[in-house]
């Protein structure tokens, strides 16, 4: 009753609300004479719905998301302005919370894309459409192979490729990251088992799995990580899990608590695109991390911008003074390498050495090789495995 009193109090006599059921409403407003009214009508709805009150003797804190459509003559009903104004309130939860969206034809069409992939997602997962690629990751001092970096693809029955861009947004807004996640952990432990028993010579190598937000809050995240390894019989030694810096900022302690039981398992801890996002190396030793990942915005500009060469030496030098390991992303010439090899920087990753490749291709190109020569003639190799 406070929510719907606190709508009539923002609404004038003749305009009118309905409750949809649960907690949702509709505001029918009439003689708006352009979308800015209708937007103003929303702001003061939201700044009188968010204001806490006491319900029971707790204080509750409400908040809303408002969708907003403009009838026209060109609705032929009711029902769709209802839809249309529910596609704008999808908008705005999405935007976060205490927001509002105004519906737009873009809007809709951006909107039933979502849908639609969201609906695919699921079902790709079913039909196994999902594959692997694996990006080698190269030791600068020795051109020793120590691993690579799993990176996940849709092969979209009608639509073909999909890039990650496009999908792994919506996975982490409808929380269907959570299994997704859990298929990429599951299939990247299983083919690096694999490869260490068909190249026993190779056996050390590991595999860096990408870990979303989501998944780090996941209350059953280590009782998964644990039936996973048990599952495909690969060492906890062998796998590092890979977040972003936005990821080690809220919640800190329940993250370091999280962090400390993976690296009890054995599994390394790696911090990906390092330089682009919140943290700093002053506080990185309060985090269980093994490795960093320079950005590969840094390391394409080096050879131009002698700022940005500067700043991978520094985060180099200062992560190693810490115990950390660091890993140059985005390596795609022979200047680079060189730069960075001069530097101290202990790995790399990039197209110099190999694009992301399907286990197959890993297979026949890059494992039946013991190494990569440092050197003017790795131009050649390089070009062999971009093909």
């Known amino acids: 009753m406070t929510i719907t009193h606190r709508l009539h109090h923002?609404?004038?006599?003749?305009?009118?609300?309905?409750?949809?059921?649960?907690?949702?409403f509709t505001v029918l407003i009439e003689k708006?004479?352009?979308?800015?009214?209708?937007?103003?009508?929303?702001?003061?709805?939201?700044?009188?719905?968010?204001?806490?009150?006491s319900l029971k003797g707790y204080t509750l804190f409400p908040s809303a998301s408002i969708g907003i459509v403009i009838g026209s003559h060109s609705y032929q009903s009711a029902t769709d302005l209802l839809r249309d104004a529910d596609l704008a309130m999808y908008k705005a939860k999405s935007t976060g919370?205490?927001?509002?969206?105004?519906?737009?034809?873009?809007?809709?069409?951006?909107?039933?894309?979502?849908?639609?992939?969201?609906?695919?997602?699921?079902?790709?997962l079913e039909q196994q459409e999902f594959i692997l690629h694996y990006q080698p990751i190269v030791s600068l001092s020795t051109g020793k192979l120590i691993g690579f970096e799993a990176l996940l693809r849709w092969q979209h029955p009608q639509d073909g490729f999909i890039p990650p861009y496009e999908f792994i947004?919506?996975?982490?807004?409808?929380?269907?990251?959570?299994?997704?996640?859990?298929?990429?952990?599951?299939?990247?432990?299983?083919?690096l088992h694999t490869w260490h028993q068909a190249f026993p010579e190779q056996a050390d190598l590991i595999v860096s799995?990408?870990?979303?937000?989501?998944?780090l809050r996941e209350?059953?995240?280590?009782?998964?990580?644990?039936?996973?390894?048990?599952?495909?019989?690969?060492?906890?030694?062998?796998?590092?899990?890979?977040?972003?810096?936005?990821?080690?900022?809220?919640?800190v302690q329940t993250i370091i608590q999280t962090l400390v039981n993976i690296r009890a398992r054995e599994i390394q801890l790696s911090i990906d695109d390092f330089g682009t996002?919140?943290?700093?190396?002053?506080?990185?030793?309060?985090?269980?991390?093994?490795?960093?990942?320079?950005?590969?915005?840094?390391?394409?500009?080096?050879?131009?911008?002698?700022?940005?060469?500067?700043?991978?030496?520094?985060i180099t030098m200062l992560a190693q003074s810490?115990?950390?390991?660091?890993?140059?992303?985005?390596?795609?010439?022979?200047?680079?390498?060189?730069?960075?090899?001069?530097?101290?920087?202990?790995?790399?990753?990039?197209?110099?050495?190999?694009?992301?490749?399907?286990?197959?291709?890993?297979?026949?190109?890059i494992l039946a090789q013991t190494q990569w020569p440092l050197s003017e003639t790795l131009g050649t190799q390089s070009s062999l495995l971009l093909g």
């Open 277 to 314: 996002g919140y943290s700093s190396l002053s506080y990185l030793p309060r985090f269980p991390i093994n490795t960093i990942k320079i950005d590969r915005s840094f390391v394409s500009r080096m050879t131009s911008d002698t700022e940005n060469l500067e700043i991978v030496r520094a």
């Open 169 to 191: 947004e919506i996975s982490e807004e409808t929380g269907f990251i959570i299994p997704l996640g859990e298929w990429v952990l599951r299939e990247a432990c299983r083919q």
């Open 97 to 124: 919370r205490a927001c509002y969206a105004l519906f737009t034809t873009d809007l809709h069409t951006r909107i039933y894309k979502v849908l639609q992939i969201e609906s695919d997602l699921r079902r790709a």
């Open 219 to 251: 209350p059953r995240l280590i009782e998964q990580i644990d039936c996973i390894l048990a599952e495909t019989g690969l060492a906890g030694r062998f796998l590092k899990l890979e977040l972003t810096e936005s990821m080690l900022v809220d919640d």
């Open 10 to 24: 923002c609404l004038r006599s003749h305009d009118m609300v309905a409750r949809l059921g649960g907690d949702e």
């Open 322 to 365: 810490i115990d950390i390991e660091v890993i140059a992303e985005g390596v795609e010439t022979l200047e680079q390498l060189l730069q960075l090899k001069t530097i101290g920087c202990e790995f790399g990753q990039g197209y110099w050495f190999s694009k992301p490749l399907d286990s197959l291709s890993i297979q026949q190109t």
């Open 209 to 215: 799995v990408n870990l979303s937000s989501k998944q």
């Open 32 to 53: 708006i004479g352009a979308p800015a009214e209708a937007t103003q009508v929303a702001e003061r709805i939201l700044d009188t719905l968010c204001k806490p009150f």
